[in-house]
């Protein structure tokens, strides 16, 4: 594998937002393809930071530190795919439900997802039903995400789908729902299609509910 697509890897690891940047810019003036870039370089390094964040040997912040780093090069990379026309691997609307305002795991989610390769509609915290349901309509996506960090909150992860169903929509998505409070047991009992506990187990359960594994 290239050299400088090995350095795009070991700088977003470590979370060098400025390198992997310029990193990104060099080597598409090298000639190399924005897909390769963001196969071969991004989601690479993004792919090892969910490893090591799975196994407990780094944590939280040297996630959003990396993450950043993602975001720093998909900045330069973005446009550059657009031109190219290269496909998402899927689209993703994800929030925080309603009355609840905590986004820091949300946040590294849909980071997470980014580095694999999903296009994030984002719709950020405290987030109605009819929101959700708008984003599904307008948007598309194959995959919808709920987050809640409160007990008094993830009761509206329950309300949210029967409003999905009552809207007609239900079945045009995968939902996934997460945060602290949240857990297998209740996903069943609340008619989800998947939990992930963490970020890096979002990205796989993602990727089995859509068959893409
Ligand atoms: C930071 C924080 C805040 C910040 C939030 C800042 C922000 N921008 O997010 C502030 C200060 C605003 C806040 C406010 C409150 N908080 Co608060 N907060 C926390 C704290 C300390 C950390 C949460 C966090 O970010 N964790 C780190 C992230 C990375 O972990 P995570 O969110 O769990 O996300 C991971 C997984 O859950 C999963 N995940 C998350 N979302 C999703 C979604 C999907 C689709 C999937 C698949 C996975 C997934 O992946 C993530 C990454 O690995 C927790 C305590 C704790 N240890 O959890 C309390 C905590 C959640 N807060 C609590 C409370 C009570 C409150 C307040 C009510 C306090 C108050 N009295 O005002 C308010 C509520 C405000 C509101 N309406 O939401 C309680 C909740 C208790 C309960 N059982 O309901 C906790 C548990 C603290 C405690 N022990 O009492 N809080």
Do not use: C, W
Request: hydrophobic share 50%.
């Amino acid at each position: 594998m290239a050299e400088i697509l090995d350095q795009i890897v070991r700088e977003l690891f470590a979370g060098n937002a400025k390198a992997v940047a310029e990193l990104v810019e060099k080597a598409l003036n090298e000639g190399f393809s924005p897909q390769e870039v963001l196969n071969d370089g991004l989601i690479k390094g993004m792919n090892e930071v969910g490893v090591k964040f799975k196994a407990n040997e780094i944590y939280v912040p040297e996630v959003l530190i990396a993450a950043r780093a993602m975001k720093a090069g998909m900045e330069i990379l973005r446009p550059k795919l657009v031109e190219t026309g290269v496909e998402p691997v899927a689209r993703m609307v994800i929030g925080t439900v309603k009355g609840d305002l905590h986004d820091i795991g949300k946040n590294l989610v849909a980071m997470m997802m980014e580095g694999a390769g999903f296009e994030i509609i984002d719709l950020g915290i405290d987030v109605p039903a009819e929101k959700f349901i708008q984003a599904v309509r307008e948007h598309k996506p194959q995959i919808v995400g709920m987050s809640a960090l409160l007990t008094t909150t993830m009761i509206q992860i329950r309300e949210n789908i029967k409003a999905f169903r009552e809207a007609g929509i239900r079945d045009t998505v995968k939902i996934m729902v997460g945060g602290a409070p949240v857990t297998q047991k209740f996903a069943d009992e609340v008619g989800a299609d998947g939990y992930a506990p963490d970020a890096a187990s979002a990205v796989d359960k993602a990727k089995e509910l859509l068959g893409l594994n």
